[in-house]
């Protein structure tokens, strides 16, 4: 695809429940970011892919937080036993591997509220 | 750890004026710092970057300034117009091999007609 393509963009779900969050990087890019940006705020580091391995997870707020990303491609951040200050804009980025200054190319983000 | 400072958090200018946003970093070892813009409900979009080997670097009406020893980074944007009204984040790569990007906290920019 064009771009870095993330779903669902909207998720309302009720405080206590999983939910999973989706990116699908540009082709060819092994480097994926997750960012959490709460509302006003500036873009919170959670976890970095290389391929398929996380070699930075510092940013995973709680073991409620995980994410697996299989085949060097699409990417899944799950957050279990939701809690309302979850609730935020997920958002995913990529990054061509192996050189320095390239830059990350962000999704549209999802957006999730928690009841 | 790593942080980045960001001022102003809101900025308002009249169309036609410059903006001037600042940031900080803690980081001596970071080496690449990108601007993004973000509009409302959208995704934030790269406008411009500096490598750590430059002191400036221009793209039409927007300019980044560095300044290694200071560990200060500036954007400049000239001439604004109303479509440069967005929020706008400055970010320092961390020194390593993740490519991990810090954050400022952002800066709103407005643009009066």
């Known amino acids: 695809g064009a771009g870095v393509s993330q779903s669902p963009s909207n998720k309302v779900t009720e405080k206590g429940k999983d939910v999973e969050l989706r990116c699908d990087p540009i082709?060819?890019?092994?480097?994926l970011y997750w960012y959490r940006q709460s509302l006003g705020q500036g873009l919170e580091f959670l976890i970095y892919?290389?391929?398929?391995?996380?070699?930075?997870k510092s940013g995973l707020p709680s073991d409620r937080f995980s994410a697996e990303r299989t085949g060097g491609s699409v990417s899944t951040l799950t957050i279990q036993r939701t809690q309302q200050e979850d609730s935020a804009v997920y958002l995913c980025?990529?990054?061509?591997?192996?050189?320095?200054?390239?830059?990350?190319?962000f999704g549209d983000g999802t957006r999730l509220s928690i009841l | 750890g790593e942080n980045v400072e960001q001022h102003p958090s809101t900025l308002s200018v009249q169309e036609g004026d410059s903006a001037v946003i600042k940031c900080t970093y803690s980081?001596?070892?970071?080496?690449?710092f990108p601007w993004y813009k973000q509009e409302l409900g959208k995704r934030p979009q790269l406008i411009i970057d500096?490598?750590?080997?430059?002191g400036e670097k221009k793209d039409q009406r927007i300019a980044v300034t560095l300044n290694k020893t200071a560990k200060h980074f500036s954007l400049h944007i000239t001439e604004t117009q109303p479509e440069d009204s967005a929020v706008y984040f400055c970010?320092?790569?961390?020194?390593?091999?993740?490519?991990?990007?810090?954050f400022g906290q952002g800066t709103t920019l407005q643009v009066k007609p």
């Open positions: 980025a990529s990054k061509t591997p192996g050189v320095q200054y390239q830059p990350q190319h």
């Open positions: 082709s060819g890019h092994t480097a």
């Open positions: 892919f290389q391929g398929n391995s996380a070699p930075d």
């Open positions: 980081d001596s070892a970071s080496n690449y």
């Open positions: 500096i490598r750590s080997n430059v």
């Open positions: 970010a320092a790569r961390v020194s390593g091999n993740t490519g991990k990007l810090i």
